[in-house]
């Protein structure tokens, strides 16, 4: 029997090539799988840089004063810039460009250093004025929605056996300083809470609630 199935016949050469086109064909798709990655990445990627996924509050107080910080100012300006902030544009506008008469060769870095150091008392006096108008604000909201609590709750409510917290044993003994009178011994939650009421506790804001 003289079958050629058993024959080689350029078998190997065939093979060969397969392979080689097969190898180029997977190359190739490698390449295009490589390039889909990265546009799925460049597409994942936030517009804009952030420090974090979710930035908390803090996490912009601190790029934030970062920049202030790469600037030279320092936490004594604080106050000062938050009061530059409430002026109004012409205002500002005007002692920008006296500034800019002093410091003509200056950045605006330099020009808003230059108004805070020439006017620090007034700004920084606005800067406290606006940051205890914005507590006043948070303080409001809180007393009216603890009023709004079921009295059962306020004045009975488990709570009252707790320990008394942190920012009440603060406010107790800043009134004290204030009143000029002796801090009290270990107080619950309770009664601390009706302590400071009695006392006219918070101070801070006595003559606007």
């Known amino acids: 029997m003289n079958s050629q199935i058993y024959e080689n016949d350029g078998d ?12 180029r064909i997977l190359a190739s798709l490698k390449r295009q ?7 799925r990445r460049s597409l994942a990627e936030p517009t804009h ?14 790029t934030l004063g970062a920049v202030l910080v790469g600037e030279a100012f320092q936490a004594s300006d604080a106050d ?28 605006v870095s330099d020009m808003i250093a230059h108004i805070i150091d020439t006017d620090a008392r007034e700004l920084s006096a606005r800067g406290l004025f606006v940051e205890w108008q914005r507590r006043l604000a948070l303080y409001r909201q809180d007393c009216a929605e603890w009023f709004a609590r079921d009295d ?13 917290t942190a920012d009440q044993r603060w406010l107790m003994r800043v009134t004290c300083r204030v009143l000029n009178r002796g801090l009290p011994g270990h107080l619950s939650r309770g009664e601390a809470a009706d302590w400071l009421e009695a006392n006219g ?8 609630t």
Do not use: C
Request: hydrophobic fraction near 45%.
């Open 12 to 23: 190997d050469e065939f093979v060969e090539k397969l392979w080689q086109s097969t190898g």
């Open 33 to 39: 799988e490589a390039k889909l990655a990265a546009r």
């Open 49 to 62: 840089k952030l420090v974090v996924a979710t930035p908390t509050s803090m996490h912009h107080k601190i």
């Open 80 to 107: 000062a810039l938050a009061g530059l902030l409430t002026i109004d544009a012409a205002d500002f506008a005007e002692r920008f460009s006296e500034a800019l008469e002093q410091k003509s060769n200056g950045r």
């Open 152 to 164: 059962e709750l306020r004045h009975l409510g488990e709570w009252r056996n707790a320990e008394m």
């Open 201 to 208: 506790a918070n101070l801070n804001y006595r003559d606007f």
